[in-house]
């Protein structure tokens, strides 16, 4: 267990250290929250031009969250880098020295992205929520609606 | 024994200002190190990739308290068997035990074991007190030690700056950090003065010697027979994965060097003769001077004056430790320039 947190805390050090990660969570952010606020004004600003179907059928919650599909791609970015950076640097060699048993080594590497990944989706994700509600003004919804909360958690959960 | 130690201990505690301070008042002294037996143990170690065998059964034993040089052509085998020392590699048969284990079996290892790989194994994007910094809580050492070891090896001012831009010498001075990062009794050092200019190879010879001198158990591995002649107290020869030599480096020098008597003279046919009647070996260069193998100095003089032999010369050549390890070496070479097929 003691070998098993110190692995993981490792793993958090090298996730923070570089600027990859940054880089490519701040895309992330930008592209959830940010192309949801446009796809909300755009779409708050056509609604009353929309068919009487379209209208009636409108689904706030999954117009917030158009650009979660999009954002996700430099999440994956992210994780494919915290692997193949281990080889193309070659700091494996270091990591299997200071870490010989392999299959703690690959957990804690994993579950050290997964718990970044999940932390900041979800935060990503509610950012965007209300970002886009409150861009689509009247037609938005709060969290309260119904289902909002379970939607927004989901996507946060899957969208790693 | 003792006078090896004791000079080696002078080395270490003499001021060396190379690049950095380097000060091994910071590493503590024998006495500290754990009570392990601090042996490397290699038994019948073999390792081939697909039909190429790069260790053959090899066997040897590397003892602490002293620079055990690990030399060999390149290809010889001696990068592998250090990958399979630290568990990167799996041999195909036979094992490394260090204090009698497998390394991978060791808990935290890096407190055990310190190894200098040949090429940086750091991100380049990452910064060097932050490479050292994972490092340390991989095994849980204390945070404090990155800073003694950045202070070690004269990487304090650099230490916030990314290892992409770091020099050879830096790079290398980093790979020693993370070496000495969990104050190991046994150090691997897989060809630490490759490609270094003069004042990095003094450096990392002192800090062994040092190293070596405090008890720990120092294994090097380097294909310059000279380096190592100036390095360390024990060798261990391999060529194409077998063991060609595991000896003192003094016993090394006697047994593999043969000197010779070299003569120049205005009538080097007549000398010639002289010699080989009086049964010395003797041999002309295309120079004009005389070679002769196994003879004294004396001997020669006397025989030439003897005949009346007017003599320009008469002085004594060692055949160098590179002609040394290159005869004892030469028909374990895989590709030599212009040699067999």
């Not at chain 1, 992205?113 to 919804?141: D, E, I, N």
Request: charged share 20%.
């Amino acid at each position: 267990m003691r070998a098993a947190s110190a692995a993981l805390r490792a793993e958090w050090i090298k996730i923070r250290t570089v600027r990859s990660t940054g880089w490519t969570l701040l895309l992330t952010f930008v592209l959830c929250a940010g192309l949801g606020l446009l796809v909300a004004l755009s779409l708050a600003n056509g609604f009353d031009r929309m068919e009487a179907a379209a209208r009636r059928n409108f689904d706030p919650v999954l117009t917030g969250f158009y650009s979660l599909t999009l954002g996700e791609i430099s999440l994956v970015a992210f994780g494919v880098l915290l692997i193949s950076t281990e080889y193309t640097s070659g700091t494996i060699r270091a990591s299997l020295v200071a870490m010989p048993r392999r299959g703690l080594f690959y957990a804690a590497k994993v579950l050290a992205g997964a718990l970044t990944a999940a932390v900041f989706s979800l935060l990503t994700v509610f950012a965007t929520f209300f970002t886009a509600q409150a861009a689509l003004g009247p037609h938005g919804v709060s969290l309260g609606a119904p289902g909002a909360l379970r939607a927004t958690l989901f996507a946060g959960a899957t969208s790693r | 024994m003792s006078a090896h130690a004791q000079q080696a201990t002078s080395w270490a505690f003499a001021p060396t200002f190379v690049g950095g301070i380097v000060d091994f008042r910071g590493l503590p002294r024998g006495g500290s190190l754990p009570s392990v037996s601090r042996v490397i143990e290699v038994r019948n170690l073999s390792k081939s990739y697909g039909g190429t065998v790069a260790v053959d059964d090899l066997s040897f034993t590397v003892h602490p308290g002293r620079v055990t040089g690990f030399l060999g052509p390149n290809g010889a085998g001696k990068s592998t068997t250090m990958r399979i020392m630290l568990g990167l590699d799996r041999p195909t048969g036979g094992r490394v035990l260090i204090d009698g284990e497998h390394f991978s079996r060791l808990p935290e290892p890096l407190s055990r074991v310190g190894a200098l790989l040949e090429t940086t194994a750091a991100h380049g994007g990452r910064r060097a007190r932050d490479h050292l910094l994972w490092l340390a809580r991989s095994n849980r050492i204390p945070d404090g030690r990155v800073a003694e070891v950045l202070r070690l090896t004269g990487l304090e001012t650099v230490a916030r700056r990314r290892v992409k831009g770091f020099s050879l010498g830096m790079s290398r001075r980093l790979g020693m950090a993370t070496a000495l990062l969990g104050d190991p009794p046994v150090l691997l050092f897989d060809e630490p003065v490759n490609g270094l200019d003069p004042e990095g190879i003094l450096w990392i010879r002192n800090l062994m010697r040092g190293l070596a001198s405090e008890g720990r158990t120092v294994f090097v591995s380097s294909h310059l027979m000279s380096e190592m002649a100036l390095t360390a107290e024990h060798l261990i020869v391999i060529g194409r994965g077998r063991l060609l030599a595991d000896t003192t480096v003094a016993g090394f020098i006697a047994a593999n060097t043969r000197s010779c008597v070299r003569i120049r003279t205005p009538e080097p046919e007549r000398m010639r003769d002289v010699l080989a009647g009086a049964g010395v070996t003797v041999s002309l260069a295309p120079d004009g001077t005389l070679e002769a193998e196994g003879a004294e100095p004396a001997t020669v003089g006397e025989l030439a004056a003897a005949r009346g032999l007017v003599v320009h010369e008469v002085a004594v050549r060692e055949a160098s430790l590179e002609e040394a390890f290159m005869r004892l070496t030469g028909d374990a070479v895989d590709h030599r320039s212009g040699g067999r097929r």
